[in-house]
């Protein structure tokens, strides 16, 4: 809330010929000297224009409820406002996505997400100053001084090597026609609680880094002499000044180094008067840039459908033709497409007779891909290498992208792919024939068509390419990490089995009576399979929830619900449905609520597959998902067991008043953690006589069908199971997701389902922890996911600023009492952080810092680490950039930290599997991380900002069964690496993102 002043410069303001000498008497408490002039325009003190510079202010209460928001103005700032100073403003912050933008005044004012209005806003001091006899005035008040920030977000910046930079504003006046010296200074971020004198900056010892100055006066129209009018005052690195640093820091920036970059126009000389200055709120950053390169893709010896590369020098492809043509696809990185000039590099090395490796000959046509001209990302090449190849000599080929800049004289490469290796043999036998007879079709240029199914068989004829003759094959899917049995023939048909949807590769190799191989290698695309005969999201507004697995009512097995409710924490997070974008809702049962159908879904005497995502709320009695009405029993209970502690799935041997549920039974090798997202698939196959239970789509075990089948003729159950013609073990939590299918699904098709995804391919994710300390104070930190999961702060080394959560690297830490996300399911944890540069150098080289993560009983589950690895030496700065010397007039020198980021598990001795940071990380600069598992793939990747770093990496899940921790971690039975530094944002997904483009969308980085 604001009070504007009350401004009356103009009846003050003398002719134009008079010379006004400074006042002998003291003017009145707040009102300018007698004769003083304004130095800005009249019209930016208009009461009726908004509140303004030196308006006084207070913060008001205010109160949010679903329905209404409630604002308390503040009593004494009505009570001590005059008629004059009438009206007052509610002045509420705004947040923006893309960019923030603040001005900070030393009378305390703040002016966040500021509008620039027709004169804009201030820096400088503002006072008064005596200019040809005259004195002039920004402020009827008392004398203050400002300063403007801007912060910005990558944007489209990602993907970008940024070449060049310029900071551009308009400034919109100047307080007199004599130029001034403004900063241009990068310092920490901002938010709406930032008050004066502001942000610290990014250097080791909390200084500002100027990124530039410049030496202007613009504004003041024709008023000057020659004229000044408004104009845009742009800033960009001077190579005479060292100093100046702008590009490099934009670059670093665009490369995800730190999450944010916030830059301060200040006056370089804060008490004159005669350097307060307007600028407008149209800052932007200029860039020349390059669509960075990635790493090809589809590289390999071609056959003509697809390409052959073995990654093995003591396995390498025998290949027939001596002028091979090489192919690979030139990429860029997410974000560098648009524009993109590319080509491919192909390298061919020859293995010498004493095993090093050297350059065989150019083709005639270089080794470029196009030889002139460029393409765009993801344009297939092709090198047909026809300087010959000896027989019998072992070589081996990658690929590079080059991206070209500066019409083609200046280019970028990305990193190799890996070496292709082969043998030349030219009366080896060449790519065999491959003939699909029955079900699947191969993949041609422009015709690609589904069919079949996961687990749906069919035949295909693997034959002699024209001239040869060969003794038989072998081959292997996509899906097999060996090859299968050799058979013998001159042609042969084997009948293939996919396991999964999607496209699949079928990789032949012939072999002849003398025992060379010639390869061939096909595309098929596997259609997805019948659909589920009962699928419920429970995302309708009201009343039953629909069966979305059929479009006709008639065919719908709808489920009626009884005191279960609907709530907004559905597994899928955020959906766009029937044209309308909300939160997902999941079912919320417990006590003696449920939902059920009307009629039977599953014929359980034939093979079914039952499923759900569940969050569990206690553990103190069974608890069954899903089951299906017969006489007396369900013939399955898939859920919680008591005794055992462990989820587990039990049939019924008979339909009887009393019956085991013993004989046929498989529980979880772990037990269930409490209220996190969990996926459970109860499969049951008649044909193979087996049952198996998979938690987060990974198969718990599998136990014989020992009594067969029954059919049960009653409604599905969720939430609730018969038992003994009654029924009982009431699930206390939520269900979502519930799907059924008439047959026993595979391993991977269970995976898949564990690990949904959207429309565009990308993994669903709900938001299940969320933290922000902006405005928290207290020793207690709010989840505003509406999971409830509160975080408490150690009772030392702890605290909240209004800004962030800060942590002193010995004792400090914040916890929830269990775990966040399941460490066995797919899972993002995300967070942006400030590592103490200074406290951390003091710290042993190898020390482990945590910034989040989970526990074990005796250690980390995963992690997000930093890892000090070294020092180094830089030099000490002034506040203007400039050395600072010794008394021997040698330039001082000070010695600071260097680190990686780590995501993985934690251990003391550094020997846990995890991602490590492609570069040194950036310290005393707020940086976004993004750590994610992905339990279909068992994969972990690292993102700094939304740029991934290396390969995602094969990750053996641990189940936590502990606290949930930032700030330290949990080693050896023991708590230790304590983080020093900053923490400004929390959140865990159940989910996992996958590519840059998703680490943007979903969490901003």
Same mark, same amino acid.
């Given at each position: 809330?604001?009070?504007?002043?009350?401004?009356?410069?103009?009846?003050?303001?003398?002719?134009?010929?008079?010379?006004?000498?400074?006042?002998?008497?003291?003017?009145?408490?707040?009102?300018?000297?007698?004769?003083?002039?304004?130095?800005?325009?009249?019209?930016?003190?208009?009461?009726?224009?908004?509140?303004?510079?030196?308006?006084?202010?207070?913060?008001?209460?205010?109160?949010?409820?679903?329905?209404?928001?409630?604002?308390?103005?503040?009593?004494?700032?009505?009570?001590?406002?005059?008629?004059?100073?009438?009206?007052?403003?509610?002045?509420?912050?705004?947040?923006?996505?893309?960019?923030?933008?603040?001005?900070?005044?030393?009378?305390?004012?703040?002016?966040?997400?500021?509008?620039?209005?027709?004169?804009?806003?201030?820096?400088?001091?503002?006072?008064?100053?005596?200019?040809?006899?005259?004195?002039?005035?920004?402020?009827?008040?008392?004398?203050?001084?400002?300063?403007?920030?801007?912060?910005?977000?990558?944007?489209?910046?990602?993907?970008?090597?940024?070449?060049?930079?310029?900071?551009?504003?308009?400034?919109?006046? #100047?307080?007199?026609?004599?130029?001034?010296?403004?900063?241009?200074?990068?310092?920490?971020?901002?938010?709406?609680?930032?008050?004066?004198?502001?942000?610290?900056?990014?250097?080791?010892?909390?200084?500002?880094?100027?990124?530039?100055?410049?030496?202007?006066?613009?504004?003041?129209?024709?008023?000057?002499?020659?004229?000044?009018?408004?104009?845009?005052?742009?800033?960009?690195?001077?190579?005479?000044?060292?100093?100046?640093?702008?590009?490099?820091?934009?670059?670093?920036?665009?490369?995800?180094?730190?999450?944010?970059?916030?830059?301060?126009?200040?006056?370089?000389?804060?008490?004159?008067?005669?350097?307060?200055?307007?600028?407008?709120?149209?800052?932007?950053?200029? &860039?020349?840039? &390059?669509?960075?390169?990635?790493?090809?893709?589809?590289?390999?010896?071609?056959?003509?459908? $697809?390409?052959?590369?073995?990654?093995?020098?003591?396995?390498?492809?025998?290949?027939?033709?001596?002028?091979?043509?090489?192919?690979?696809?030139?990429?860029?990185?997410?974000?560098?497409?648009?524009?993109?000039?590319?080509?491919?590099?192909?390298?061919?090395?020859?293995?010498?007779?004493?095993?090093?490796?050297?350059?065989?000959?150019?083709?005639?046509?270089?080794?470029?891909?196009?030889?002139?001209?460029?393409?765009?990302?993801?344009?297939?090449?092709?090198?047909?290498?026809?300087?010959?190849? /000896?027989?019998? *000599?072992?070589?081996?080929?990658?690929?590079?992208?080059?991206?070209?800049?500066?019409?083609?004289?200046?280019?970028?490469?990305?990193?190799?792919?890996?070496?292709?290796?082969?043998?030349?043999?030219?009366?080896?036998?060449?790519?065999?024939?491959?003939?699909?007879?029955?079900?699947?079709?191969?993949?041609?240029?422009?015709?690609?068509?589904?069919?079949?199914?996961?687990?749906?068989?069919?035949?295909?004829?693997?034959?002699?390419?024209?001239?040869?003759?060969?003794?038989?094959?072998?081959? *292997?899917?996509? /899906?097999?990490?060996?090859?299968?049995?050799?058979?013998?023939?001159?042609?042969?048909?084997?009948?293939?089995?996919?396991?999964? #949807?999607?496209?699949?590769?079928?990789?032949?190799?012939?072999?002849?009576?003398?025992?060379?191989?010639?390869? $061939?290698?096909?595309?098929?695309?596997?259609?997805?399979?019948?659909?589920?005969?009962?699928?419920?999201?429970?995302?309708?507004?009201?009343?039953?929830?629909?069966?979305?697995?059929?479009?006709?009512?008639?065919?719908?097995?709808?489920?009626?619900?009884?005191?279960?409710?609907?709530?907004?924490?559905?597994?899928?997070?955020?959906?766009?449905?029937?044209?309308? /974008?909300?939160?997902?809702?999941?079912?919320?049962?417990?006590?003696?609520?449920?939902?059920?159908?009307?009629? *039977?879904?599953?014929?359980?005497?034939?093979?079914?597959?039952?499923?759900?995502?569940?969050? %569990?709320?206690?553990?103190?009695?069974?608890?069954?998902?899903?089951?299906?009405?017969?006489?007396?029993?369900?013939?399955?209970? %898939?859920?919680?067991?008591?005794?055992?502690?462990?989820?587990?799935?039990?049939?019924?041997?008979?339909?009887?008043?009393?019956?085991?549920?013993?004989?046929?039974?498989?529980?979880?090798?772990?037990?269930? +953690? %409490?209220?996190?997202?969990?996926?459970?698939?109860?499969?049951?196959? /008649?044909?193979?006589?087996?049952?198996?239970?998979?938690?987060?789509?990974?198969?718990?075990?599998?136990?014989?069908?020992?009594?067969?089948?029954?059919?049960?003729?009653?409604?599905?159950?969720?939430?609730?199971?018969?038992?003994?013609?009654?029924?009982?073990?009431?699930?206390?939590?939520?269900?979502?997701?519930?799907?059924?299918?008439?047959?026993?699904? %595979?391993?991977?098709?269970?995976?898949?389902?564990?690990?949904?995804?959207?429309?565009?391919?990308?993994?669903?994710?709900?938001?299940?922890?969320?933290?922000?300390?902006?405005?928290?104070?207290?020793?207690?930190?709010?989840?505003?996911?509406?999971?409830? $999961?509160?975080?408490?702060?150690?009772?030392?080394?702890?605290?909240?600023?209004?800004?962030?959560?800060?942590?002193?690297?010995?004792?400090?830490?914040?916890?929830?009492?269990?775990?966040?996300?399941?460490?066995?399911?797919?899972?993002?944890?995300?967070?942006?952080?400030?590592?103490?540069?200074?406290?951390?150098?003091?710290?042993?080289?190898?020390?482990?810092?945590?910034?989040?993560?989970?526990?074990?009983?005796?250690?980390?589950?995963?992690?997000?680490? &930093?890892?000090?690895?070294?020092?180094?030496?830089?030099?000490?700065?002034?506040?203007?950039?400039?050395?600072?010397?010794?008394?021997?007039?040698?330039?001082?020198?000070?010695?600071?930290?260097?680190?990686?980021?780590?995501?993985?598990?934690?251990?003391?001795?550094?020997?846990?599997?995890?991602?490590?940071?492609?570069?040194?990380?950036?310290?005393?600069?707020?940086?976004?991380?993004?750590?994610?598992?992905?339990?279909?793939?068992?994969?972990?990747?690292?993102?700094?900002?939304?740029?991934?770093?290396?390969?995602?990496?094969?990750?053996?899940?641990?189940?936590?069964?502990?606290?949930?921790?930032?700030? *330290?971690?949990?080693?050896?039975?023991?708590?230790?690496?304590?983080?020093?530094?900053?923490?400004?944002?929390?959140?865990?997904?159940?989910?996992?993102?996958?590519?840059?483009? +998703?680490?943007? $969308?979903?969490?901003?980085?």
């Amino acid at each position: 809330m604001r009070r504007p002043l009350a401004v009356t410069a103009a009846d003050a303001t003398p002719s134009a010929d008079e010379t006004i000498p400074p006042a002998a008497a003291s003017p009145a408490p707040g009102a300018p000297p007698a004769g003083a002039r304004p130095a800005g325009p009249v019209e930016e003190g208009d009461p009726l224009a908004g509140p303004g510079l030196g308006d006084e202010a207070a913060v008001m209460a205010v109160d949010v409820t679903p329905t209404q928001v409630t604002v308390t103005p503040d009593a004494d700032l009505i009570a001590d406002t005059t008629s004059a100073e009438l009206p007052l403003y509610i002045d509420p912050s705004v947040e923006m996505n893309e960019s923030e933008r603040t001005v900070l005044s030393s009378d305390g004012d703040v002016f966040y997400n500021f509008s620039g209005g027709d004169n804009g806003m201030s820096v400088g001091r503002c006072s008064s100053a005596l200019i040809g006899g005259v004195r002039y005035y920004c402020t009827t008040g008392s004398a203050y001084t400002n300063r403007m920030y801007f912060e910005f977000t990558p944007g489209k910046l990602k993907g970008k090597q940024v070449l060049d930079a310029t900071f551009a504003v308009t400034e919109t006046w #100047s307080f007199s026609c004599d130029a001034r010296w403004v900063d241009l200074e990068r310092t920490d971020g901002i938010s709406s609680s930032t008050k004066w004198p502001g942000p610290g900056g990014p250097k080791s010892d909390n200084s500002w880094d100027q990124m530039g100055d410049r030496y202007v006066s613009a504004g003041r129209g024709d008023a000057c002499s020659p004229s000044q009018p408004r104009a845009p005052i742009e800033f960009n690195d001077n190579p005479d000044e060292t100093d100046e640093n702008l590009t490099s820091t934009v670059k670093a920036f665009a490369d995800g180094k730190f999450s944010t970059l916030t830059l301060m126009l200040k006056a370089k000389d804060e008490s004159d008067p005669i350097a307060w200055k307007r600028f407008d709120d149209d800052a932007v950053i200029d &860039v020349v840039y &390059v669509g960075k390169p990635a790493v090809p893709t589809e590289y390999g010896l071609e056959t003509g459908t $697809n390409q052959i590369c073995s990654k093995s020098a003591t396995a390498p492809t025998m290949w027939s033709d001596p002028t091979p043509n090489l192919a690979a696809t030139p990429q860029t990185v997410a974000g560098g497409e648009s524009g993109a000039s590319l080509r491919v590099y192909f390298d061919l090395d020859v293995k010498n007779t004493d095993g090093t490796w050297s350059d065989a000959k150019e083709p005639t046509t270089g080794s470029l891909s196009p030889t002139s001209g460029y393409v765009g990302d993801g344009v297939d090449r092709n090198k047909t290498w026809d300087a010959t190849l /000896t027989d019998g *000599k072992q070589y081996r080929y990658r690929a590079f992208t080059q991206s070209y800049y500066n019409s083609g004289d200046s280019h970028l490469a990305s990193a190799a792919t890996p070496f292709c290796y082969f043998t030349v043999d030219s009366s080896a036998p060449k790519p065999p024939t491959i003939t699909f007879n029955t079900t699947y079709t191969a993949c041609e240029p422009g015709a690609c068509t589904p069919s079949g199914a996961p687990g749906r068989s069919g035949t295909v004829t693997f034959g002699p390419a024209s001239g040869d003759t060969n003794v038989g094959y072998d081959y *292997k899917l996509s /899906t097999d990490s060996t090859w299968r049995p050799f058979k013998s023939g001159a042609t042969v048909t084997e009948t293939i089995t996919p396991i999964d #949807s999607g496209t699949m590769t079928l990789e032949v190799r012939a072999k002849d009576a003398q025992g060379r191989y010639g390869s $061939n290698k096909v595309r098929f695309l596997v259609a997805e399979g019948d659909g589920p005969v009962g699928r419920w999201t429970f995302n309708e507004a009201s009343g039953a929830a629909v069966d979305v697995s059929a479009t006709t009512t008639a065919l719908r097995d709808d489920a009626t619900l009884s005191g279960a409710t609907r709530v907004t924490t559905g597994r899928r997070g955020v959906v766009t449905e029937n044209g309308a /974008t909300g939160e997902d809702k999941a079912l919320k049962v417990g006590g003696t609520s449920y939902a059920a159908t009307a009629a *039977k879904v599953l014929e359980t005497q034939a093979s079914y597959t039952a499923a759900a995502w569940v969050r %569990l709320d206690a553990t103190a009695a069974n608890a069954t998902v899903l089951g299906q009405d017969g006489t007396h029993y369900s013939p399955f209970f %898939l859920g919680y067991c008591a005794t055992a502690n462990r989820w587990c799935l039990r049939l019924a041997d008979a339909d009887a008043a009393t019956t085991s549920l013993d004989n046929q039974r498989v529980n979880s090798v772990e037990a269930p +953690q %409490l209220k996190v997202w969990t996926h459970l698939a109860a499969v049951v196959d /008649t044909t193979a006589k087996t049952l198996t239970l998979y938690v987060n789509g990974v198969p718990q075990g599998t136990d014989t069908l020992t009594t067969g089948a029954w059919s049960a003729a009653g409604a599905l159950q969720i939430g609730r199971v018969k038992y003994r013609g009654g029924y009982v073990d009431h699930f206390p939590g939520e269900v979502d997701e519930v799907a059924m299918w008439q047959e026993a699904k %595979l391993p991977e098709a269970i995976a898949r389902e564990a690990s949904p995804v959207g429309a565009d391919g990308k993994a669903y994710a709900e938001l299940v922890a969320q933290y922000s300390p902006e405005g928290a104070t207290g020793t207690t930190l709010a989840d505003t996911s509406g999971y409830g $999961n509160t975080l408490t702060l150690s009772g030392s080394g702890a605290s909240l600023d209004g800004e962030a959560l800060v942590l002193d690297g010995a004792a400090g830490a914040a916890t929830a009492s269990r775990p966040l996300v399941a460490d066995g399911g797919s899972f993002t944890a995300a967070t942006t952080v400030n590592v103490d540069t200074a406290a951390l150098t003091g710290k042993p080289d190898g020390y482990r810092a945590q910034v989040l993560g989970q526990r074990t009983a005796t250690g980390s589950s995963w992690s997000l680490w &930093v890892e000090k690895t070294g020092t180094l030496s830089e030099p000490v700065l002034d506040d203007d950039g400039n050395p600072v010397l010794d008394d021997n007039g040698v330039p001082q020198t000070t010695t600071v930290a260097v680190a990686r980021w780590h995501f993985g598990r934690l251990t003391a001795d550094g020997g846990g599997t995890s991602v490590v940071s492609d570069e040194a990380a950036v310290l005393d600069s707020e940086v976004g991380l993004v750590g994610a598992y992905d339990a279909r793939t068992r994969e972990i990747t690292l993102f700094v900002g939304s740029t991934r770093q290396g390969d995602p990496l094969a990750y053996t899940a641990s189940a936590g069964t502990g606290e949930f921790a930032a700030g *330290k971690g949990y080693v050896g039975g023991a708590w230790g690496h304590h983080l020093p530094g900053r923490i400004t944002d929390i959140r865990l997904w159940a989910g996992a993102v996958t590519d840059a483009t +998703q680490v943007e $969308n979903l969490i901003g980085y």
